[in-house]
């Protein structure tokens, strides 16, 4: 993700973002939780786990956006902020999950997201004035982080990030 220039959005926007980058990385996490649930089970349930709290962070933000601004959130078109989220696209689900070094592709994939995620909350964080949005923001950048360790330790497990 390109770093956005946070001084150009309001605060409205942001937290339409934040619900974006939620719905994204729950939808990533899903797919990859589907592909690996035969070939390695435990990984496919910790990314299905992850993929539920996604679900929630998204609707705790749903729910903040309705209690500031009223109504549901019309998500924010990529042409007025580009480079937000990086579209992921799986080309062969089923030659993807067969090749071994594939596993750790895909926590590669899914430690890079969650690295995208805190960093956009620490930058909502900082860009915020407001004291509630402020500790909401720092909040899930803390529980993104949470997540990278997650999927640092699975890493780790296979090799790391490194081994062939
Ligand atoms: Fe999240
Ligand atoms: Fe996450």
Redesign the pocket.
């Known amino acids: 993700m390109s770093r956005m220039n946070f001084s150009e959005l309001t605060p409205e926007e942001v937290l339409m973002l934040a619900i974006d980058v939620e719905a994204s990385?729950g939808t990533r996490?899903r797919t990859f939780a589907e592909l690996f649930a035969d070939y390695t089970p435990d990984v496919a349930k910790l990314f299905a786990e992850?993929a539920d709290?996604?679900d929630e962070?998204k609707g705790q933000l749903e729910a903040t956006y309705e209690r500031r601004f009223g109504g549901v959130p019309q998500k924010v078109s990529e042409e007025d902020v580009p480079n937000v989220i990086e579209a992921f696209e799986l080309d062969d689900g089923e030659q993807f999950v067969f090749n071994a070094m594939n596993l750790r592709r895909a926590l590669q994939i899914v430690l890079a997201?969650?690295y995208q995620?805190e960093s956009f909350y620490w930058d909502a964080c900082s860009s915020t004035v407001d004291p509630e949005m402020r500790e909401l923001y720092r909040q899930l950048a803390e529980?993104?982080n949470g997540?990278m360790t997650w999927i640092e330790r699975r890493l780790e497990g296979i090799g790391g990030w490194y081994k062939h």
Do not use: G, I
Request: aromatic residues 8%.
């Open positions: 990385n996490l992850m709290e996604e962070h997201v969650e995620a529980f993104e997540h």
